[in-house]
């Protein structure tokens, strides 16, 4: 059984795993790459399908979003009770109808956001078990399956009108359990991967998913932690890229492509300016505008240090 994503999240990469495979080094394809290193996590659809193709001896995972952080540590560690409570979440939620179906996603909500400042991040507990499980729930229940959070770190978004939501695939959980048993699971931000103690070996590999720079006034959806990432942190990003390949690591990077909206806008060019000749451009599909009319065929762009 292949393992799959078991967040719904916006700007996943599961449509774009074939293409992005063919910019993966050659190191990783003929089997020397045995680390991984991923500090943009999200929903993971890039992790699961390398530690599935390649032989990843062991992998390293950030995200600076502590909800997600729980939930994947979660799904590790208590992987059957957490099935266990989904599925008796499921049972109730699909004998409802829409108005109670919203009113229980609603009190799910507030329970959540209710509970966040007495919620310890750092430790587990019997507590993370109901909080994973209301995590899942909401994202597979929410509009359009996102993930958002206001500046206080409050879960927000809306009720989504889905007939038969899928709330929990157990095969699944207990495949990706077995996935992340190989990982470290770190809470934080990205720079760590900068410091002297990181835990680089030989032949390293790191795929970076950043929050998205927006590609118009509009499109501006990068709220996925409290933390803002705006150019200043893109450009942080780019400085410790360049130092990382001094250290003889692999590294590849996604984002969008600011010349889908001007032709002229060469800020990812000027910002990795050592990579030109390594700078691509892969098609894809916008799906998480509000608008269906702005959604459809764009540009992503793919940065890596070394010749594809």
């Given at each position: 059984m292949?393992?799959?994503p078991?967040?719904?999240?916006?700007?996943?990469?599961?449509?774009?795993?074939?293409?992005?495979?063919?910019?993966?080094?050659?190191?990783?394809?003929?089997?020397?790459?045995r680390?991984?290193?991923?500090?943009?996590?999200?929903?993971?659809?890039?992790?699961?399908?390398?530690?599935?193709?390649?032989?990843?001896?062991?992998?390293?995972?950030?995200?600076?979003?502590?909800?997600?952080?729980?939930?994947?540590?979660?799904?590790?560690?208590?992987?059957?009770?957490?099935?266990?409570?989904?599925?008796?979440?499921?049972?109730?939620?699909?004998?409802?109808?829409e108005?109670?179906?919203k009113?229980?996603?609603?009190?799910?909500?507030?329970?959540?956001?209710s509970?966040?400042?007495?919620?310890?991040?750092?430790?587990?507990?019997?507590?993370?078990?109901?909080?994973?499980?209301?995590?899942?729930?909401?994202?597979?229940?929410?509009y359009?399956?996102?993930?958002?959070v206001?500046?206080?770190?409050?879960?927000?978004?809306p009720?989504?009108?889905?007939?038969?939501?899928?709330?929990?695939?157990?095969?699944?959980?207990?495949?990706?359990?077995?996935?992340?048993?190989?990982?470290?699971?770190?809470?934080?931000?990205?720079?760590?991967?900068?410091?002297?103690?990181?835990?680089?070996?030989?032949?390293?590999?790191?795929?970076y998913?950043?929050?998205?720079?927006?590609?118009?006034?509009?499109?501006?959806?990068?709220?996925?932690?409290?933390?803002?990432?705006?150019?200043?942190?893109?450009?942080?990003?780019?400085?410790?890229?360049?130092?990382?390949?001094?250290?003889?690591?692999?590294?590849?990077?996604?984002?969008?492509d600011?010349?889908?909206?001007?032709?002229k806008?060469?800020?990812?060019?000027?910002?990795?300016?050592?990579?030109?000749?390594?700078?691509y451009?892969?098609?894809?599909?916008?799906?998480?505008?509000?608008?269906?009319?702005?959604?459809?065929?764009?540009?992503?762009?793919?940065?890596?240090?070394?010749?594809?």
């Amino acid at each position: 059984m292949s393992v799959r994503p078991f967040l719904k999240w916006a700007g996943g990469k599961g449509q774009l795993l074939d293409k992005l495979s063919g910019y993966f080094p050659k190191a990783l394809r003929d089997g020397s790459v045995r680390n991984y290193f991923e500090p943009f996590l999200g929903g993971g659809a890039m992790f699961f399908h390398v530690m599935q193709k390649f032989p990843i001896d062991s992998a390293y995972l950030m995200d600076a979003n502590e909800e997600l952080v729980l939930l994947y540590k979660t799904v590790r560690r208590a992987t059957e009770p957490l099935i266990s409570v989904l599925e008796q979440m499921e049972r109730d939620y699909l004998k409802l109808g829409e108005a109670k179906r919203k009113a229980r996603y609603l009190r799910v909500r507030e329970e959540l956001n209710s509970a966040r400042p007495g919620m310890d991040f750092r430790k587990y507990s019997q507590a993370w078990v109901e909080r994973a499980s209301q995590i899942l729930f909401l994202n597979k229940t929410c509009y359009n399956g996102l993930f958002r959070v206001n500046r206080a770190g409050g879960f927000n978004v809306p009720f989504g009108k889905y007939v038969r939501p899928t709330i929990v695939d157990a095969e699944n959980l207990r495949g990706a359990a077995k996935l992340l048993a190989k990982a470290t699971i770190r809470w934080g931000d990205f720079g760590y991967l900068g410091r002297t103690d990181a835990p680089f070996k030989t032949g390293s590999f790191i795929y970076y998913d950043p929050p998205y720079r927006p590609i118009s006034s509009t499109s501006s959806f990068t709220s996925y932690s409290k933390l803002p990432f705006g150019d200043a942190e893109q450009a942080r990003l780019a400085a410790m890229f360049t130092a990382l390949h001094r250290q003889g690591i692999y590294q590849m990077l996604s984002n969008s492509d600011p010349k889908n909206s001007d032709p002229k806008d060469d800020f990812f060019e000027n910002l990795y300016s050592s990579y030109r000749s390594t700078i691509y451009r892969v098609p894809a599909s916008r799906s998480i505008n509000s608008k269906a009319a702005h959604r459809g065929r764009i540009n992503e762009i793919v940065i890596t240090n070394y010749k594809a």
